[in-house]
């Protein structure tokens, strides 16, 4: 009997774990995203689906799907900007984002941008 709550535990363990995992990362908020982005001139040098001055939001989520780091990295890039990791034109920071507004674009460009 030991040897089945044990399973049992481990088993309500990893249901908790999966529901946390899949909660943190829900789909993104689509239209305050697109909002955020038109506002914040992102869609003059990125598109969803083709490079432009930036590389297509649908490489960057194809580059860090796998990067449990992303989110965090992702982050940071928006807020101080960048240069060097997609060619030399530089990325301007955007420090007037907050935190949750930046968190939402980068959940958005993570899934690709999508338009709806």
Known sequence: MPRIAAHSATLTALLLLGYTLSAAHAAPDVA??????????CLGCHAADKKLVGPSYQDVAS???D???????????????GAGVWGPVPMPPNPGLSDADVQVLVEWVLAGAPSR
Do not use: S, W
């Open 63 to 65: 580059k860090y799907k």
């Open 67 to 81: 990067d449990a780091g992303a989110r965090a990295h992702l982050a940071q890039k928006i807020k101080a900007g």
């Open 32 to 41: 305050r995203a697109t909002q955020l982005a038109t506002q914040h001139a």
